[in-house]
């Protein structure tokens, strides 16, 4: 996958394109990951879909920002549709790119061909202050790597820096808990409001989810499929291979439409 850089608001974003004639999958990390989480999920869908990974707003190389409230995160994802010249696509996103990815698509119908919501609910209200004490710069990557701690550890790796004074995680944790406060609350009206095919995975040991919570999700909506993958919040790094062939299969099933 190749970076690339547009500007929105003063705001540099960044993102990698598999490019290719595929049809175009926009995917979306979780808070703490960057779009090189999905490099191999690009590489096992292609040829046939051409995903672009968006660094969101303050992680990755994109730039840090004043604010995450939701409509910042939507106008970046639409900034990045009218850039790549994107009219319809399908989205995925992952945590906090599963809400952006359906409260996107209730706002920008017309946009998004289908959704593949991995791991998350519509009724959110985490506390994520513990990643409070990852902030700053630490003398040696042991010392940053023990203070995480092995459970985040691998989900993070991507997100390390080295620079002159030490090491230092790509975000800043402190953005992250505020963005978290945006995410929190009842969604049940966005997750209602498309009626575009959607698939909606489950890590079988996410703490983040229930089961009965997205059978519910999965029940009311319609035009929805909801599938239990093994593996906890982050499927697609868990798991790889099935995560890939259960959205394969899945887009494989999609009707033919405009995908320009």
């Known amino acids: 996958m190749q970076r690339h850089n547009f500007q929105r608001d003063n705001l540099t974003l960044s993102y990698l394109d598999a490019g290719g004639e ?88 017309e946009m998004v061909r289908a959704l593949v919501i991995e791991d998350i609910g519509v009724e959110i209200g985490d506390d994520t202050s513990f ?65 575009c095919l959607a698939l909606l995975l489950r890590g079988s040991r996410s703490r983040v989810t229930s089961q009965e919570h997205v059978e519910q999700m999965a029940t009311r909506r319609p035009n929805t499929q909801l599938q239990c993958i093994d593996g906890g919040h982050v499927i697609h790094q868990d798991n790889p291979m099935e995560f890939a062939a259960a959205v394969r299969t899945f887009l494989a099933n999609l009707p033919t439409g405009d995908t320009s």
Do not use: C, K
């Open 22 to 109: 595929g049809n175009p999958l926009v995917a979306l990390h979780s808070h703490w990951l960057e779009a090189r989480t999905f490099e191999p999920l690009a590489l096992a869908l292609a040829p046939q879909w051409r995903v672009i990974a968006l660094d969101q707003r303050g992680h990755g190389y994109s730039d840090h920002a004043r604010s995450y409230t939701r409509q910042d995160y939507l106008e970046d994802l639409a900034s990045l549709f009218t850039h790549l010249r994107i009219g319809q696509g399908v989205l995925l996103g992952n945590s906090l790119g599963g809400v952006n990815a359906y409260q996107f698509a209730a706002r920008h119908p």
């Open 131 to 195: 990643a409070l004490a990852w902030s700053g710069t630490f003398a040696t990557r042991e010392e940053l790597e023990e203070l995480i701690g092995a459970r985040f550890l691998p989900y993070l790796l991507d997100s390390f820096r080295r620079t002159e004074s030490g090491w230092r995680l790509a975000f800043d944790p402190q953005d992250m808990v505020a963005s978290q406060t945006h995410v929190n609350g009842n969604h049940w009206q966005d997750w209602l409001a498309s009626r």
